[in-house]
């Protein structure tokens, strides 16, 4: 028997209002205190909206992706996301795409591909949460 409560959260008006939100959400689900807003938009970021300041390992960063509820993320930005927190000078170790988009098959199939890539030897884990 399934006991799992589902919940849906309230659809955030804005990109910083997301992030704000993934800030206090990650810090509760990954139990780190250390999770911030990373830079200031208009920085270049690194494909990185959320970090953990405290560095403690495995090093944490998140990309928020504010989106209509109704459509899904292309894959083309999962990648490029994904492709901008390669060239960051940060050791990350896990990568988290947060996103308000609708779940898709083609978002979950281009994050199982680029796990694989380069025969698992990637820097760092990905992940896809909606």
Do not use: W
């Amino acid at each position: 028997m399934d006991l799992a409560v589902r919940h849906r959260y309230p659809q955030p008006g804005n990109e910083d209002e997301f992030e704000d939100f993934c800030v206090r959400f990650y810090r509760q689900l990954l139990k780190r205190g250390g999770l911030v807003r990373y830079a200031k938009r208009g920085e270049k970021q690194d494909g990185i909206d959320i970090i953990d300041q405290l560095a403690v390992k495995p090093l944490f960063a998140i990309q928020c992706k504010h989106h209509e509820t109704a459509k899904t993320i292309p894959p083309k930005e999962i990648k490029n996301e994904v492709a901008l927190a390669e060239s960051s000078s940060h050791p990350i170790d896990h990568y988290i795409i947060a996103t308000t988009a609708k779940k898709s098959k083609n978002a979950h199939d281009t994050v199982l591909e680029l796990n694989q890539t380069n025969g698992g030897s990637r820097r760092f884990n990905i992940e896809i949460h909606f």
